[in-house]
DNA sequence: TTGCATCTTGACCATTTGGTCAAATCGTTC
DNA sequence: GAACGATTTGACCAAATGGTCAAGATGCAA
């Protein structure tokens, strides 16, 4: 269990980055994601990875130098992605808009890129053998700017009082739940998040519970509409 | 992969268990959830489950007769008492109380048993490969009645209006996420269910959101108190 | 104590799997 | 097209692991 941030850099002793190497590095990092975000770092095998990556074990591993280090690089290469939502919550914007917009991203995340979800919670739920270091610091970092973006919301009398953090955690949990549970949702009601109706469905059902459980005002915009 | 409903029915041909398979069954049981909840069915090993519950592979192979049905008997053994909390969701008793308590109830199994929720979790996100037919029938009975007995509510004006199937994935999202996530808390909060005060807080923040949610006039009991 | 079923274990086996390596092929530059 | 580095692969290895088996230990009833 090495550390996050190192790459192999066997490879190339040039600068540069050829065409093929770029090619390949994409395409086994997409077929890792599938195995990982399916069968977990130990049930996902080397040779899937590869022959879904549409070459050979050897070859796998002429561009990373063990399993995981595939796993570390699959898993760097969403973090920032499936991360980026947060950040885009704006302290000058109306708490409405922005917490609507927060969680319509994220419930498009999670219909984008379920496999990316998948493999986060896999990770965390492990232990977060691997990216502990950074939920413990960039991550933490940046909840706690965003939850005083909340507070400062709270202060100003236009949500509800909350723990901030906890409001965070129900809209992780709430949004992702659809990615994570896709299997359990459809057994239950025969859709998920790919089914154009459901996912508008979902937007509207956790957004109107949380900004409703913040006390906004919800317009709840749209509605009539459709 | 066989089913889940099989047991290793081998050691015992006279209908009575004797006392140390009652014991090693349990003890074995109490490993297994321990082992498949923190490394998932591919990576824990039966001989890590074996040391766990003090006996040899040989013999806990004597008990069940492979790693999987260790890992279903694990899972059909949780499983009950992973869904009871919603089967006591009362229709004849008032909103407010019968869902804050079985928020309390959830967030309660969240705090107790994490483990259970996370192999849970992990069954369903590889595809609920042992339980999807669990899930199918008994699950599917049981969520269709409890959204009936919403919807009564919303007929009769006492929740605002609202999917009930969401309502039920936010409760079980919110309430999980503790559990699965709790890493990921610890290392953003310092703190998790296993701490009294932070459990407080986390049950008055979900039932807060939930609740307010719902449009329900919200006590907020005992705020004041603590 | 004896006898028998239950329980326990170490030795062993077959398979899977992550990883190595030398050889072969491909691509590019001169 | 020669030379050389980049790319690709099959053969192979060692370790881990699920599972079997025969033999021994233990508990219990008569």
Request: proline residues 4%.
């Amino acid at each position: 269990m090495t550390g996050l941030n190192e790459q192999s850099r066997e490879p190339f002793k040039t600068g540069g980055i050829s065409r093929i190497q770029e090619k390949n590095r994409s395409l086994i990092l997409e077929a890792a994601l599938g195995e990982f975000s399916k069968k977990g770092f130990s049930g996902a095998t080397v040779e899937r990875i590869a022959a879904e990556a549409g070459m050979s074990k050897s070859n796998l591993l002429y561009y990373f130098p063990s399993k995981e280090a595939i796993y570390n690089a699959a898993l760097a290469h969403i973090l920032e992605v499936w991360l980026a939502p947060l950040k885009t919550l704006d302290p000058q914007g109306e708490p409405a808009d922005e917490l609507a917009a927060y969680i319509r991203q994220k419930i498009a995340m999670s219909a984008t890129y379920p496999e990316a979800s998948r493999l986060f919670a896999n990770e965390v739920m492990q232990g977060a053998p691997q990216i502990l270091p950074i939920l413990e610091t960039n991550l933490k970092r940046l909840v706690d700017e965003k939850c005083q973006v909340i507070e400062d919301w709270i202060a100003a009398g236009k949500i509800r009082r909350i723990d901030p953090v906890h409001l965070i955690f129900t809209i992780w949990a709430t949004t992702q739940h659809y990615a994570d549970f896709s299997v359990q949702i459809k057994a239950l009601t025969g859709k998920d998040l790919s089914d154009e109706d459901f996912l508008r469905e979902t937007e509207q059902s956790v957004t109107a519970i949380v900004l409703n459980g913040l006390g906004i005002t919800w317009p709840q915009a749209e509605q009539g509409a459709e």
